[in-house]
């Protein structure tokens, strides 16, 4: 990551580091009978082959960890990891997990950025007793970061203490529940639930829609989500989130915020050509799980650097990929994304008002190919490279590029 020009001091300029990760994903059967029993095992473990505190994106030590490693006495570890276990009861078509979980639904979702993925602690239950229907409902206690071996409570930007598990406010109770009905094989409609004890609570809609035109096929992604405060958010500053506040002394105040968009997409010989749009109203910045260490939310806005969920922001996208296979080459693809987000308006620290109608892009390439067949069949190469510009006061612009090279064997 190279952080470039901007009005604020220019420490941390650039960061790079290198590691090899190693994950064993053990899923096991059921037992015989009306309940059937299981456990799930997620082994990882990541080994720095290149780092120094200065290049970790943690110059100071003073966080919990790096871009990629965690911190110990100030430098990026030699090797972190992580066992999780999660146990597992079947009735019928319904599921219970307790344990470890990687939920990727509208109001939850892991990141996987990094050396070693997100994961999160608690308990779920899913059903598709009912034909057509998937329930979902969960309780998450904790997460551990992508840079952590350890586990944390829950947070949000502004009271997450920016990477630093030590400072800010938490919670260890985030409760979500919905619905996906598949109305017919090409129409998908869903509700979620999400709420983060003493910050927020959000309510998602969402339409996914697939539809053969001509020789291609265009799919519509239609998301709406609606959040307010709970509990100490609404009154406590030291709960208080990211936002549009002018007038209040910290700059932050409860959560506040509507946001809608629809992205589009045509998928036609290889080729798919999308655009998109989406609007974020309302005092605060849009809201999710956000410990400080690296996370990712269900918008259609969330890239390789930015969110683009900004108090007021209103943000067009228009994307282009290409699968290789088409020309007889499988495995291989390239994709481009680029974004540009306007109608910012920041607050400072002092309440005051630091811009207004502000403006940010961002610009994604990404080039992959993983062996389709034969004796290397799995391996992958990944690059992703990414710009992100922006006139926001604070705000320095970065580019971005992330090497992965990658090899998945089944062991069974």
């Known amino acids: 990551t190279d952080n470039r020009d901007s009005a604020t001091p220019k420490n941390n300029n650039y960061q790079a580091e290198w590691g090899q990760a190693f994950v064993v994903d053990f899923q096991s059967g059921y037992t015989a009978g009306t309940v059937g029993f299981g456990v799930d095992a997620l082994a990882m473990l990541g080994v720095k082959l290149d780092s120094t505190q200065a290049k970790s994106g943690n110059p100071t030590g003073s966080l919990d960890g790096g871009t990629v490693f965690p911190t110990h006495d100030g430098q990026p570890a ?11 009861a079947k009735i019928s078509k319904t599921e219970l997990k307790i344990g470890t979980l990687m939920p990727k639904l509208p109001v939850i979702q892991y990141n996987d ?40 409570n829950l ?83 030291a709960f208080y989130t990211t936002g ?12 506040d915020n509507n946001l809608y968009s629809g992205l589009f997409l045509y998928t036609v ?73 306007d109608n910012i308006d920041t607050v400072g620290s002092n309440g005051r008002s630091s811009g207004d109608n502000q403006s940010e892009w961002e610009r994604d390439l990404t080039l992959a190919y993983v062996v389709p067949e034969g004796t290397f069949k799995g391996l992958g190469f990944t690059w992703k490279n990414a710009m992100w510009r922006n006139d926001i006061a604070g705000q320095r612009d970065q580019d971005e590029n992330r090497v992965i090279l990658s090899y998945t064997l089944p062991l069974l």
């Open 78 to 88: 030699d090797s972190f990891g992580n066992v999780g276990l999660t146990a597992k």
């Open 244 to 255: 549009n506040y002018s007038g209040v002394a910290s700059g932050k105040g409860a959560v």
């Open 113 to 152: 950025g990094r050396l070693l993925p997100q994961t999160f602690e608690g308990g779920q239950i899913t059903s598709n007793d009912i034909k057509d229907v998937t329930l979902i409902a969960g309780q998450i206690d904790q997460a551990k970061g992508r840079n952590s071996s350890n586990y944390e």
């Open 155 to 237: 947070s949000i930007s502004g009271a997450n203490g920016s990477g630093n598990s030590d400072i800010g406010e938490r919670s260890n109770k985030f409760y979500y529940g919905g619905v996906d009905y598949k109305v017919t094989k090409d129409l998908l409609l869903q509700y979620y639930y999400g709420e983060l004890n003493d910050f927020y609570k959000q309510h998602f809609v969402g339409l996914t829609h697939n539809w053969a035109i001509g020789p291609g096929v265009l799919k519509s992604d239609l998301r709406a989500f609606h959040s307010t405060d709970d509990g100490a958010n609404g009154n406590d500053s």
């Open 269 to 341: 010989a290889g080729h798919t050509f999308g655009g998109g749009y989406q609007v974020s109203n309302g005092s605060s910045d849009f809201p999710w799980l956000n410990q400080g260490d690296g996370s990712s939310n269900g918008t259609i806005t969330d890239m390789q650097i930015q969110k683009f969920g900004r108090a007021g922001e209103r943000t067009w996208q228009a994307r282009y990929s290409y699968d290789f296979a088409a020309l007889g080459f499988p495995g291989a693809t390239a994709g481009l994304v680029y974004l540009r987000g």
